[in-house]
């Protein structure tokens, strides 16, 4: 089960960082988050640093992947976990740019 | 072969034949846990499910030739259109590949049948009762007619009165019974039930897809399984979960079912992709190139397309950053898919095609799926989304992926495993005029309606109005869709002709690699006389002895001394001998369950609560009776596996396949709990009068019972196994994990008492999660019972303690779950 984990945890975890991203940003343009006196910039910074934090946890795993400590032992599931984890790198960035690129919560 | 190799394989044949063979006559269908039986049955049943939803596609292209039409008024209208999606999406795509997979998958993997035969066969019949249900609803007239998505508030009682959507939102999610069953066998499969050495960077590609595609249906349908159990307690017990009027909202309904629907789109087409990775090399005398990047495209377009969903609500009126979040995904999506197709084409280019008919199917799926792919692409974009969205436009795009995508590949593998399935070789030439029918037919039909919706011709309309400009296209359109109807008309013909009257053929007359085809042809009951040891990704490429080797004996479990049926359970990942796995005999219950299963789901469709409950009752009851047939009541200790290894049945190993099993059906079960929990925030965010006029007041009593509960049932269930595993009396433990279950049950209660289920929606969403704990309990409690009737029978020892850990599995979930969802519900109290 250990090499099912290696294949499936970056793209995991991205799909679970884009969801969570897509529900703060929910948060932020209901009336729960001014309620709260916070600002849309409040929220505009609170994506971004959600999305820095995203990137940052899958550089973590793209990294780990590579460690042999955490290397499978089947060199294919190897190649095929660090081609994932790089696939769930790019999918963080792109999906999620648009948190520094478009208008909040027109 | 010389006559000795011979004469032990026809001896090991005739031994293992009367262990594995279906009983005789007509009890023989209703008793099958066979693979190739229920994998026949499945296929034959799906493709008349495609002829079903294909004269409905006629009845409406029928409709829309000529302007005006008074060939059906708009409310046969609305059944036809919505019958013809749901068959076509329920009925037929995901059951039919299931079916193939069924039917494929052991003889691929090296074994003798899937993980759980009776599971298959209660799923099987699950589908052929639901579906028949959804046609005779049909033909009596009171068939579903809101669209095959069924958007709130068109759905609500208020606006579809009758029965017609209840039969709609309870029989398809008991037909998705079929699609979870299936699922968890397809992964436990693959990853426990494979030839010794299969590795998983051996697996065959096709098996790869299939894992991916089945930890896709238990993460994907979870949300509409939910969508539909919600939408029916509204429609029943006025609970307003889309009304917003006391905070519901019908995007709520949106977001479950395109958090399925979306997904499902892969579903369907990597199955597709598995085929024609499967099948692509063999028809070009090499092997997949990129098989790595190939497993790693199946896998990220199965993750990626989850973060899709919200690009079917574009018009919603959801903010541009939610909009731009769905369409950065929807591009990613085609990057994947692309690195499939250059693989395939990388596959053309090193090797030597030849044009056979499953390869002629393929080449037309490379020019429709291209198509319906890039005009996926123009609908990822926003700003023509909203100019496109509901029109023919997307119907034609969808079916362009739909048809090119799926149709076509599986067309190419039943042409392709037809020896395998049949036993006979083509000897009719059909196929080849049906595909250039089919071809000239789809193109001339679907092409053309991509204009009538850039003219504007919105999807669903009844009829069209002269001097509107979609006259001219849709009559071509009509004509063209009745040529497509001939071609797979003459596909369904020429397979059949095939498949009842063509000669005798032999086996492996592709020159494959893979393990379906080192089998006798048709493939007999048990798959492989003996479970061979391979070393590589096409085993017979590299040993085309190995047929003869297996046939012989020569692998592990090649001498059925103990008359039972037995196969192989490997480790996950090195696929060294792990287990004996002793498989169930021919049974009905599987059978009787589904039945009574369908009782349970139709009862409500008439109001019958009372029926619900005791068929319910008596699903539970036929549980216990396929649980009981299990195990053994006696410690066998190490068993000859063959090959000078010896190894434990699974009844004495610590996590038999049940508890694998049940690992990923919670895995559903947690989706579902988790899609719980996100329409809960959702709603409390998004949806309009909130906050609710009353919060629920936690008190004291409530949380504590919630927290004593889950710490005892945990605890308690524990401290069995331990006491089963140290060979002592493991009754204080199951006692006190039967009282922390009734606590759990006891707190979640009180927020029944707390709440007016009909008062609001936040109210509503209380009363289900509270409801799914007390549900949980209920079930994690009766299995503790069972255990301790297994104990009391002599199932239960130091070695044999297996089901000990199952228990303990749904006892942890449930009092998880219970802790999460209760506090969820009491959290706004407290804050307050």
């Given at each position: 089960m250990t090499d099912i984990l290696r294949l499936s945890l970056p793209l995991s975890v991205w799909i679970a960082a884009f969801s969570a991203v897509y529900g703060l940003e929910g948060i932020v343009c209901s009336d729960h988050w001014a309620a709260a006196g916070l600002s849309l910039g409040q929220g505009r910074a609170a994506l971004l640093v959600a999305w820095a934090a995203a990137i940052a946890v899958q550089v973590v795993l793209l990294a780990g992947l590579r460690m042999p400590r955490f290397a499978s032992s089947l060199p294919g599931v190897q190649r095929i976990a660090a081609i994932l984890a790089a696939v769930a790198l790019v999918a963080t960035v792109w999906s999620l740019l648009p948190v520094a690129a478009t208008s909040l919560c027109l | 072969m010389t006559d000795k190799p011979r004469l032990t394989a026809l001896r090991l044949h005739k031994a293992l034949y009367p262990i594995w063979r279906n009983d005789p006559g007509w009890k023989g269908v209703l008793t099958t846990v066979n693979n190739n039986t229920i994998g026949t049955m499945f296929i034959l049943g799906a493709a008349g499910m495609f002829l079903a939803g294909g004269i409905l596609a006629m009845l409406i292209r029928a409709q829309l030739a000529s302007p005006r039409s008074a060939f059906m008024g708009p409310e046969v209208y609305n059944q036809i259109f919505t019958m013809h999606g749901t068959i076509m999406m329920f009925l037929f795509a995901i059951p039919f590949f299931e079916a193939l997979t069924v039917f494929l998958l052991p003889a691929m993997l090296g074994t003798?049948?899937?993980?759980?035969p009776r599971l298959g066969a209660y799923g099987f019949w699950c589908y052929m009762i639901g579906a028949t249900i959804m046609i005779v609803a049909l033909l009596a007239g009171v068939a579903p007619d809101g669209g095959w998505f069924m958007y709130p508030p068109l759905s609500s009682s208020a606006h579809s009165p009758g029965i017609n959507t209840d039969i709609w939102l309870l029989g398809i999610s008991f037909i998705e019974i079929s699609a979870i069953g299936a699922a968890v066998e397809v992964v436990v499969t693959v990853l426990r039930y494979r030839a010794v050495g299969m590795t998983l960077d051996r697996l065959p590609i096709f098996a790869w897809y299939m894992l991916v595609v089945a930890v896709m249906i238990l993460t994907a349908f979870p949300p509409m399984i939910l969508g539909s159990l919600i939408l029916e307690l509204e429609r029943a017990f006025d609970m307003p979960f889309f009304q917003a009027e006391h905070g519901g909202d019908s995007l709520l309904w949106q977001h479950l079912f395109w958090l399925f629907g979306h997904p499902e789109v892969y579903i369907i087409f990597l199955p597709a992709a598995g085929v024609i990775s499967a099948i692509l090399p063999v028809m070009a005398r090499t092997t997949l190139l990129g098989y790595g990047w190939v497993v790693a495209a199946a896998i990220s377009l199965a993750v990626l397309s989850f973060g899709l969903w919200v690009h079917h609500m574009f018009t919603t009126g959801i903010p541009h950053m939610g909009l731009a979040f769905f369409s950065a995904v929807s591009t990613l999506v085609a990057v994947p898919t692309g690195v499939q197709i250059f693989a395939w084409i990388g596959t053309l280019w090193k090797g030597r095609p030849r044009m056979h008919l499953p390869m002629l199917w393929i080449m037309g799926f490379f020019v429709t799926f291209v198509m319906g792919g890039l005009t996926g692409v123009m609908v990822a974009m926003v700003p023509f989304d909203w100019q496109a969205h509901d029109t023919y436009f997307v119907v034609a795009h969808l079916h362009y992926v739909l048809i090119g995508g799926y149709v076509f590949p599986m067309i190419a593998g039943i042409y392709y495993w037809l020896p395998v399935l049949t036993g006979r070789k083509r000897f009719f030439r059909m196929g080849e005029v049906a595909f250039w029918l089919v071809m000239a037919g789809f193109h001339g039909t679907f092409l053309l309606l991509h204009w009538a919706g850039l003219l504007g011709m919105r999807r669903r309309v009844d009829s069209i109005e002269a001097g509107s400009g979609w006259e001219g296209i849709n009559l071509l359109a009509s004509v063209s869709g009745f040529v497509l109807a001939i071609g797979f008309g003459l596909v369904v013909l020429d397979v059949a002709a095939n498949a009842l009257v063509a000669v005798r053929g032999r086996r492996n007359p592709w020159n494959a690699g893979t393990l379906e085809w080192a089998t006798p042809i048709p493939s007999p009951a048990y798959n492989v006389a003996s479970i061979p040891v391979v070393d590589s990704r096409y085993p017979l490429h590299d040993n085309p002895g190995l047929p003869v080797q297996i046939a012989r004996g020569e692998g592990f479990l090649g001498h059925p001394t103990r008359n039972r049926r037995e196969t192989l359970a490997v480790s996950?990942?090195?696929?060294?001998p792990d287990f004996i796995a002793v498989m169930p005999r021919n049974s009905i219950v599987p059978f009787a369950m589904a039945v009574v299963t369908s009782v349970m789901f139709m009862a409500p469709v008439w109001k019958g609560w009372w029926l619900m409950f005791a068929s319910a009752g008596g699903v539970a009851m036929l549980a216990m009776v396929w649980a009981w047939a299990g195990g053994s009541r006696h410690d066998e200790g190490l068993l000859d596996a063959g090959r000078g290894v010896t190894l434990p049945p699974h009844t004495e190993i610590s996590h038999p396949p049940g508890w694998w099993g049940s690992l990923f059906l919670l895995l559903a079960d947690a989706v579902l709990f988790g899609s719980l929990l996100f329409g809960y925030a959702f709603l409390w965010t998004v949806a309009p009068n909130w906050p609710p006029p009353a919060i629920l007041e936690p008190g004291t009593g409530g949380p504590a019972l919630a927290a004593g509960g889950a710490v005892l049932a945990c605890g308690g269930i524990r401290g069995a196994d331990q006491a089963i595993r140290r060979g002592r009396a493991p009754w204080p433990g199951l006692v006190a994990s039967l009282a922390g279950l009734a606590a759990l049950g006891g707190a979640a209660w009180t927020v029944f008492g707390g709440t007016t289920h009909d008062a609001h929606a936040y109210d509503a969403t209380l009363w289900v999660i509270a409801g799914y704990a007390v549900f949980h309990a209920g079930v994690a409690g009766l299995m503790a019972l069972f255990l301790m009737a297994r104990i009391r029978a002599g199932f239960i020892s130091a070695r044999r303690c297996g089901d000990a850990r199952v228990v303990r599995l749904w006892i942890d979930y449930a009092a998880l779950t219970a802790a999460l969802g209760l506090g969820a519900a009491w959290l706004p109290g407290w804050l307050a």
């Open positions: - | 003798r049948d899937l993980a759980f996950v990942s090195g696929a060294r």
